[in-house]
Structure formats: C-alpha cells, structure tokens
T-cell receptor, first 110, second 114 residues
Framework: GENVEQHPSTLSVQEGDSAVIKCTYS??????FPWYKQELGKRPQLIID?????GEKKDQRIAVTLNKTAKHFSLHITETQPEDSAVYFC?????????FGSGTQLTVLP | DAGVIQSPRHEVTEMGQEVTLRCKPI?????LFWYRQTMMRGLELLIY????????DSGMPEDRFSAKMPNASFSTLKIQPSEPRDSAVYFC????????????FGPGTRLTVT
C-alpha cells in the first residue's frame, strides 16, 4: 500500500517568514495530494490540493509543488501569521483512499 | 448543508462496554471514511465505504471493531468490548468521488475508555 512520510515533525518560524513542509510517497499510481490543517481540538480541514497532472498550485499565501518523478510534494506558506499555527497533514490518494503523513506542528512566533 | 455530523461528540465508558459511534455524511456524497487519531499513531484509516459497500477494512484493528452503512445517510462504528487502548478521537469523513477527491471531516468523537 501507499506510504507517506512527512518532515519536519515540528517547525517554528518568526511571523512574516516562510514555512516549508515536505512529503514523500511510495505509490507511483497515486494521483491526488491534499494538505489539511488541524487546529487544536478541531477537525482536519483541506487548505489546498494538487492532482498528478499539475506541478504547482497557489492560493494566496499557500502553494503546493509536486515532483512526480521524485515522488515528493511540498507545502509552502509565505508571510506566516500567528493564525497559521496548527498541525499540517499531507496525504496521497491511491486505490480510492487517502494515506496521511504523520503531521507537522507549525508554530508561528510573534 | 450541515456538513458531516457525528454523535456523540464525547463518550466516556468503562472497559468491556460496547460503544457505538454514529455518522451522517454530507448529502449526495457516495464515499464514507472512518479514521482514528491518536498522538502515537496519527491519523489512521479504519475502513471506507463506496456507495454503502465496504471497500477496504484492512485498517480495522481487530474483530472488536465493526462498521456498517445501512443506507447512504448513516454509518456506525462499533467497538465491543472496548479497551483503554481504544481511547482516541474517531473521525468520519465523506466525499463525492465523482466530483472531487476532497474529503470533508466531521467534528469527531472523543472516546475515553477507563
């Protein structure tokens, strides 16, 4: 089955700086890569996603890049704000289901 | 739409008791997923249904866990008998695989087994 690895597990940045979270996947047939944000005590919520036929996607301060050859994808958050502090999960879709990475605790320091 | 609805939101039970978690997916969604989240193991897929049919239950930990989806608007996850190691947050999610792959999560049920 699919295996998704996510790094780093924790990340602290100063407000206004950029944050980058990286994931690798194992199944070359995976075709959909979402990123979820989970605030403390809340449900995971989709913030951005990318399909395998696209290399990059951007939505305001967040962007995702996908390298199918290397089987890795990354989340980029620019101009970070305190409200960006949360746990971020990457995921890969293969065989109809999502496999999630282990999560990154992002802390934006004021 | 009210989104994915789960009940109860919190459940505290004693070891050995039966626990039933409930989920109502978003109307029109044809796929439903049950996840378990713990600090140690992260977010794990337990089982998922497509058009009310279980497709993959390889994530169900053991025979104490069972899930059903009798119709398109209701699913249950049952643990019998419950054990302290079952304590976790259980999320239900739904998606419309014919429109997009996005999964919408419910608010979760926090289960504590003492």
């Amino acid at each position: 089955g699919e295996n998704v690895e996510q790094h780093p597990s924790t990340l602290s940045v100063q407000e206004g700086d950029s944050a980058v979270i990286k994931c690798t996947y194992s199944d070359s047939a995976s075709n959909y890569f979402p990123w979820y944000k989970q605030e403390l005590g809340k449900r995971p919520q989709l913030i951005i996603d990318i399909r395998s036929n696209v290399g990059e996607k951007k939505d305001q301060r967040i962007a995702v890049t996908l390298n199918k050859t290397a089987k890795h994808f990354s989340l980029h958050i620019t101009e970070t704000q305190p409200e960006d502090s949360a746990v971020y999960f990457c995921a890969a879709r293969g065989s109809g289901q999502l496999t999630f990475g282990s999560g990154t605790q992002l802390t934006v320091l004021p | 739409d009210a989104g994915v609805i789960q009940s109860p939101r919190h459940e505290v039970t004693e070891m050995g008791q039966e626990v039933t978690l409930r989920c109502k997916p978003i109307s029109g969604h044809n796929s439903l997923f049950w996840y378990r989240q713990t600090m140690m193991r992260g977010l794990e897929l337990l089982i998922y249904f497509n058009n009310n049919v279980p497709i993959d239950d390889s994530g169900m930990p053991e025979d104490r866990f069972s899930a059903k989806m009798p119709n398109a608007s209701f699913s249950t996850l049952k643990i019998q008998p419950s054990e302290p190691r079952d304590s976790a947050v259980y999320f239900c999610a739904s998606s419309s695989q014919t429109i997009s792959y996005e999964q919408y999560f419910g608010p979760g049920t926090r289960l504590t087994v003492t």
